[in-house]
């Protein structure tokens, strides 16, 4: 590994303000681990995209929730007294904990912070059944939680959730999250869902990539990737999404090099950023 890499790594903590963050110091030695371990090629991978890597934390959660909701449109947001949520999540996995239960909680406090919402009372639906059930009014909208979505299926399973329940036209219902995926928006757009996010995000390499260069950097990872014990199916992250993006918790769309541990000569070593 050459010095110019540690100083690059250096760099890119300070113009990304991620030595402000909590832990960083972890983060940064994982990274310098996994340095050690990989060939200088492949460290200028992964440097190209830690430039294009998204680090949102907890206390990044308030501000863009709040600018999120400041966005609806006005004059819709004075007819309404009521808003329900519900977390984006696959029917199976409904007695998990899923992110979009967090937002649920994190919601509602900001009614006092954003002008508005005053007199707008949120409501948690915690239940599929619930969810059903309700009789949406003239005066309430219906909004499907994340903080972060990848290629958009979950939502999609959701959604096919709330069309059984024929009170919740496509009007009042919005899909809310922090950070969503450029191909998850795109399928969500193409059946007619209002959308709002506070940003949007590219696939690491094959949307930044062309030619012969694309060609050797998706070998490149595939090499990386060989030190990855039962890399499986997360290869280049879940449905192959190329996400680099970590939240509350890294989405496991996200390249696993960074979030799962890696191994060399048996010895095995922590992620720069652990999903648990």
């Known amino acids: 590994m050459k010095i110019g890499h540690i100083k690059k790594l250096n760099l890119l903590f300070d113009v990304k303000n991620w030595n402000r ?23 200028d991978l992964i440097l190209e995209l830690i430039e294009r890597y998204t680090w949102i934390t907890t206390n990044d959660y308030n501000s863009r929730l709040a600018n999120l909701i400041d966005g609806i449109d006005k004059t819709l947001l004075n007819t309404i007294k009521n808003i329900y949520l519900f977390p984006a999540i696959n029917f199976k996995d409904v007695d998990k904990t899923k992110s979009g239960n967090a937002i649920m909680y994190m919601l509602p406090p900001l009614k006092n912070c954003v002008n508005g919402y005053e007199n707008i009372n949120f409501s948690q639906l915690n239940s599929f059944d619930e969810l059903t059930a309700l009789e949406l009014k003239d005066d309430e909208l219906l909004f499907v939680v994340d903080d972060y979505i990848g290629t958009g299926n979950t939502v999609i ?21 922090i950070v969503i995926q450029k191909d998850g928006l795109e399928l969500l757009k193409n059946k007619g869902v209002k959308v709002l996010y506070s940003e949007v995000v590219m696939k690491g390499i094959s949307e930044y990539y062309h030619g012969e260069v694309l060609e050797k950097n998706v070998q490149t990872m595939l090499e ?10 997360f290869s280049f992250g879940y449905g192959h999404s190329e996400s680099l993006v970590t939240m509350i918790k890294t989405p ?25």
């Open 157 to 177: 399973e959701t959604l096919k959730e709330v069309s059984k329940n024929t009170s919740i036209s496509d009007e009042k219902l919005r899909v809310l999250s």
């Open 224 to 233: 990386i990737e060989k030190r990855i014990p039962k890399v499986g199916s």
């Open 252 to 276: 496991n769309n996200t390249f696993p090099i960074f979030w799962k541990n890696h191994k060399k000569s048996g010895e095995e070593y922590k992620a720069p950023f652990p999903r648990f």
């Open 21 to 43: 963050i909590a832990g960083h110091t972890k983060v940064f030695d994982r990274f310098c681990d996994l340095y050690e371990n990989l060939s200088d090629e492949q460290i």
